[in-house]
C-alpha cells in the first residue's frame, strides 16, 4: 500500500513552454501533497505543500506563479512550471502524507528544459 | 521552524561492518522523526519512523534507530551492512504538529563488496 505515481518521469521541454506534472495517491486519500526539488547530489528541499480544495502553501523564494500547483482531489495534485527556462531544470518530487504524517513519495520527474 | 544535520556526507564501508550514521535535529518542541532511503535510481522509501514510545525503533532491512531526546539526536544503525544497502539516507523531522518535513543533507554510503 502506500503508492505514489507521477508523470511524467521525465520531460524535455522549450524555453518559455509550461509542463505539466502529475502526482497521483494511487491507493490512499492524501489530504495534503508536498512538491520538492532535489539538484544532483543534494538533498530535498520543499517547494509548497499541497491541500486538497485550497490554495497551496509555498515555501520562502519559491514563486507562486510559476509554479502553480493544484490539488483537485484527494488522489491527485498537479504542478505546473510556467513559462520554464533552463535554470527549472531539476528532479521534481511529490509525497502524499499517511495518517501518521509520515509522507511517501514519488519517483520524481526529471524536467530539462532546452 | 524544525532543521536536520547530517554530519556523514560519505561513508564507506565493507560487507559486515556495522554502521551508524548521525543525525541531528534542533527544534524544541514534540517531533516526529524519520529515515529515508534513496536507492540508486528509485524514489525515496521509508526506513523507520518514530512518534512516541519505545525510543529504539525497528525498520526494514535490519536497519534501526535511537531517538536520545536528551542529545537531540537520531541515528541509524545497522549491525552488518550489505553491498545492496549502498544508497543515499536522509534524515527528516516534522514538528509534531506541523506538516513541514525537514530533510537532512543527506548521507551517501557505499558498501564494498
Known amino acids: 500500500g502506500a503508492v505514489v505515481s507521477q508523470h511524467p518521469s521525465w520531460v524535455i521541454c522549450k524555453s518559455g513552454t509550461s509542463v505539466k506534472i502529475e502526482c497521483r495517491s494511487l491507493?490512499?486519500?492524501?489530504?495534503?501533497m508536498f512538491w520538492y526539488r532535489q539538484f544532483p547530489k543534494q538533498s530535498l528541499m520543499l517547494m509548497a505543500t499541497s491541500n486538497e480544495g485550497s490554495k497551496a502553501t509555498y515555501e520562502q523564494g519559491v514563486e507562486k506563479d510559476k509554479f502553480l500547483i493544484n490539488h483537485a482531489s484527494l488522489t491527485l495534485s498537479t504542478l505546473t512550471v510556467t513559462s520554464a527556462h533552463p535554470e527549472d531544470s531539476s528532479f521534481y518530487i511529490c509525497?502524499?502524507?499517511?495518517?501518521?504524517?509520515?509522507?511517501?513519495f514519488g519517483p520524481g520527474t526529471r524536467l530539462t528544459v532546452l | 521552524a524544525q532543521s536536520v544535520s547530517q554530519h556523514n556526507h560519505h561513508v564507506i564501508l565493507s560487507e559486515a561492518a556495522s554502521l551508524e550514521l548521525g543525525c541531528n535535529y534542533s527544534y524544541g518542541g514534540t517531533v516526529n522523526l524519520f529515515w529515508y532511503v534513496q536507492y540508486p535510481g528509485q524514489h525515496l522509501q521509508l526506513l523507520l519512523k518514530y512518534f512516541s514510545g519505545d525510543p529504539l525503533v525497528k525498520g526494514i532491512k535490519g536497519f534501526e534507530a535511537e531517538f536520545i531526546k536528551s542529545k537531540f539526536s537520531f541515528n541509524l544503525r545497522k549491525p552488518s551492512v550489505q553491498w545492496s544497502d549502498t544508497a543515499e539516507y536522509f534524515c527528516a523531522v516534522t514538528a509534531y504538529n506541523n506538516n513541514d518535513m525537514r530533510f537532512g543533507a543527506g548521507t551517501r554510503l557505499t558498501v564494498k563488496p
Open positions: 509525497s502524499a502524507q499517511g495518517q501518521y504524517n509520515e509522507q511517501f
Open positions: 491507493d490512499f486519500q492524501a489530504t495534503t
